[in-house]
């Protein structure tokens, strides 16, 4: 059935609809439509046309209310196939194409231009040379005239290369429109048919009256995602969590003044229970030389490279004698701050609702549109990490706990600010009400660390026929901020791989134990400009003609 069949009918009475709520998830949308029409009572179905084809038709559900009473009898869909009118269009895209191709073609006029004075320019300086050689060496003309002429070549050489090879960038981009619009018009001018829904909504109404009809309805090609601006003030120690949403949709209709909300839940995963499948283990198979070439082969392959353009702004200076003449201004009023609208959050089971607000406009371009969810402040304790046996400095870190009353901050990409400088972007787990989390903050340069071998020594005798040598580390910390910092000072000890090999710590000071793998660690807290000695000392025996290797240190 087709939307003229639909509209001729004398039962069925098509609704003009528009978009009033969108319940964004992860992975799909909710939509809610409403409309209003006025009942006769010899209506039997309600018609909602042209509704894009990533429905889900299982998904639509229709309500309603009004001033007659009605009963709901079923909802069903129909898919429809219709052609686009392309004239319209195609008219729009070649007036755009031939704009550019005019704005071309003046572009060109201008670097042949140019190319006539470049021209001229080189054509002077060839000449000049053999009669300003001859002409020094005369005396007929002095060194200021040969400048002057030099200084004036010199700089409309530059002025017309340049002007030039701006006008060819220029040219290239206005290509790479044109083909963008001529791939469209192509596009276009290909007849292809397009597939929609029809929701169809049998009723039954009880005589004539206004009704509204409410239809839901499930569509894919949506999703949002979090995104959050960490800005960590490292005077006053708090962090400001701007939640944010990045959403993203090509459902094939646009999302204008919609009520918006983002939710956490999950409705494509199911409401089963995954399965477990056996777990089978088995022997390792040799590797075929062909098979172990292959995979080396595709290891070796280089990574494409990362490429980035820079642009240089030039801004001319203002004239100074303007502003003098000026008369003094008034005092400018105190500057009121902007306020970001935020989402309303609520909370049902484990699943967490954002509610944006009733004026989104979030087109279907299939490009992401950032919302605000909330912005707040949360206290935070810096925290050292130090590592001097890799990096001579200490990295800040940055403590922070979700607090009970908030929102689940799902995965996603966190830019992280410093002191309003921009110090990285890293990707943020699920953090929980109530749970602990930890920023990396970069380097800070208030701790000076200085590591210094200050022992080497091996011993003339063997000892239980094992030759022995001693290995010893002095550390100096100094803390150059003007407040007590907390430092996890990390080292490490050699492990032996080989049973022939000990490896003893036989001193620390401050005295802690290794851990693990080696590992050493002290945790100390040091007040403002205060310096700080660690030492420690270890032996590795092995039998003399034992080579032994990894002790380059």
Known sequence: ????????????????????????????????????????????????ASVPATLETESVRATGAG??????LGVRTETVFSSEPVGDRT???????????????????????????????????????????????????????????????????????????QHEKQQRELDKQIEALLLQLRQVQTPHSQQSFNIIVAIEPSGSGNFELEVSYVVTQACWTPLYDLRVNTTNNQINLNYLAEVNHNTGEDWTGVGLTLSTAKPGMGTLPPKLAPWFIDTVYPKSPQTRELMMTRSRQPAAPEMGTYYELDMADAAPLAMMAMPPAAAAPEPIDATTATAKVSREGGTVSFQVGGNSNIPSDGTPHKVT?????????????????????????????????????????????RDNTFVGSVQLENVSPGQEFTLNLGIDEGLKIERELVERQVDKKLIGQQRRTSYAYRLNVTNLHQVQVHLTLKEQLPVSRNEQIKVRSTLTNP???????????????????????????????????????????
């Open 67 to 72: 001033t007659v009473a009605v009963r709901l």
């Open 91 to 165: 008219a729009e895209l070649t007036q755009q194409i031939q704009g550019l191709q005019t704005q071309r073609r003046g572009i060109n006029d201008k670097i042949t231009a140019r190319k006539i004075q470049l021209k001229f320019v080189e054509g002077l300086s060839e000449k000049s040379v053999g009669f300003f050689s001859s002409s020094i060496a005369k005396q007929q003309v002095g060194l200021n005239e040969t400048g002057e002429l030099l200084n004036f070549l010199g700089t409309n050489y530059l002025k017309y290369v340049s002007a030039i090879a």
């Open 1 to 48: 059935m087709t939307d003229s069949e639909i509209l001729n009918s004398d039962t069925i009475k098509t609704l003009n609809t528009s978009i009033s709520e969108v319940t964004v998830y992860t992975d799909r949308a909710l939509v809610t439509r409403r409309g209003t029409v006025a009942l006769t009572g010899n209506e039997r179905e309600l018609a909602i």
């Open 373 to 417: 969810i909330f912005s707040e402040n949360y206290p935070l304790k810096p925290e050292y990490i130090a590592v001097p046996r890799l990096v001579s400095f200490a990295y800040l870190q940055a403590v922070a706990v979700n607090p009970l009353t908030g929102a689940t901050l799902l995965p996603g990409k966190a830019n992280i600010f």
């Open 511 to 553: 005295k802690i134990v290794a851990g693990e793998m080696g590992l050493l660690e002290w945790i100390m807290s040091l007040p403002p400009q205060a310096k700080q000695e660690l030492y420690y000392q270890f032996v590795v025996e092995h039998p003399p003609d034992l080579t032994v290797t990894g002790l380059d240190i």
